[in-house]
Structure formats: structure tokens, C-alpha cells
């Protein structure tokens, strides 16, 4: 899997959002996205996910073209700004409507990846009455369950303890050995950079600079 973005610009009024995004995105690599609110990364990880078409230029997903050939990514997982579910349902009467929809897990995954971001699926505490960590750990199972190709999480990291912070490392790094393309946001450089493979720093909608993450430096 490859996303290729070609000099994708976003104009809202007339001001950009983003101006000339060139970037290649590939499967098995954890791509970081850096810079301070208003530069652009969750209108980049909205435009990829086909949420946001862009004023200008073209998202091609395999070889397939947003807003062309597909309306959506056809294997994706997201997490983008505060996750939002039912408030009178449990976790897992949530996550179990969301995967009724495609019909590509059983029940029994969708406790196993409950289970797995440290939630119990057996609590019949609903939604509403969930704590900020666990309703980030609730959507970062979302995100993950159908194990899709590509994975979106903006944020991750909100709300996470320092053990949620430590399960999330051990969930990225799963999902990348299994050949998923993800592209993280977080607010903390040296988490984000201990996360990614690669990091692109965006500045007022544009790629101001790019590092590559040595091995040794990032998560093993």
C-alpha cells in the first residue's frame, strides 16, 4: 500500500489551510506529522482519510483516486481529534456496532482489541460514564480493530497515562510489523519522534522540514 499526495493545497475563504503538500506515504513505515495547532496535520490526516477534499491537487491510494475513483480509503482505521461513540451503550456494545457495519471481525476480536488497549470488555459501565483515558483508549480500539491497512491516529497520546502511553508504543509497532501504513500526530516531540520512522514538520499549512528517524532511535 502507498499514498501518494501531489501537490494537494486546501482553501477555505482565502486563506490556505494547506498550500503544496508532496509527500509519499508507505505501508510497514510509521509516519510522524509535527508542528503547533493551526499548522495543518488534522486537515492533512482528514484529506487522506477523504473526509476533506482538497482545493487542489490529488491523493492517490494504491492506484486508486480520492474523490475519483473511491470516496474513501477502502481499508482504514482513524483516529482524529476527541473520539466520539454512544453515550448509553458500553465499549463493547459501541465497537460492536461499528464492526456489524463491514462484518470483517466476530465478536471475540472485538473483545480481543478491548482487551488489548487495557479495557475490560465486560464492564457494562456506558460510554458517558468513561474517564478521558478510557474513551481514548476506546477509539484508539476503533481505530485499530478491523486491522486496516491504513491507520490514522491524531493525538494518540491525549489523555493516555504513562501505561496507556506504553500500550499505544506496543500497538503501533504490532500494526507496523504486520504492514500497516500510519501516519501519528502528538504534541510531544520526543514521544512522536521514540514513535516514527520519519517526521514531516509542517509550519502555516506547508512541509517546512522532513527528518528521517535512525533505527536505533525509534521503537524496535
Not at 93 to 121: C, Y
Not at 183 to 208: M, Q
Amino acid at each position: 500500500m502507498k499514498i501518494e499526495i501531489n501537490n494537494v493545497s486546501k482553501k477555505m475563504k482565502k486563506d490556505y489551510i494547506l498550500k503544496n503538500i508532496d509527500l509519499t506515504l508507505n505501508s510497514g513505515v510509521i509516519t510522524g506529522f509535527s508542528g503547533i495547532n493551526g499548522s495543518g496535520k488534522t486537515m492533512l490526516m482528514r484529506m487522506i482519510a477523504g473526509l476533506i477534499k482538497p482545493s487542489e491537487g490529488t491523493i492517490i491510494i494504491g492506484d486508486k483516486q480520492l474523490w475519483k475513483d473511491i470516496s474513501f480509503p477502502q481499508s482504514i482505521g482513524i483516529l482524529i481529534e476527541n473520539p466520539a461513540f454512544l453515550d448509553s451503550y458500553s465499549g463493547l456494545e459501541n465497537l460492536w456496532m461499528i464492526a456489524s457495519i463491514n462484518k470483517r471481525i466476530d465478536k471475540n476480536q472485538v473483545r480481543e482489541v478491548i482487551s488489548s488497549v487495557g479495557l475490560n470488555p465486560d464492564d457494562k459501565k456506558k460510554y458517558k460514564k468513561y474517564s478521558l483515558g478510557m474513551k481514548q483508549r476506546l477509539g484508539i480500539a476503533a481505530a485499530l480493530m478491523e486491522k486496516p491497512e491504513i491507520i490514522l491516529l491524531d493525538e494518540p497520546t491525549n489523555a493516555l497515562d504513562s501505561s496507556g502511553i506504553e500500550m499505544l508504543k506496543k500497538l503501533i509497532i504490532n500494526e507496523r510489523s504486520r504492514g500497516a501504513l500510519i501516519v501519528i500526530s502528538c504534541h510531544d516531540a520526543n514521544i512522536l519522534k521514540e514513535l516514527s520512522d520519519e517526521v514531516y514538520y509542517l509550519k502555516e499549512g506547508s512541509i517546512s522540514d522532513y527528518q528521517k528517524i535512525k533505527k536505533e532511535d525509534g521503537i524496535k
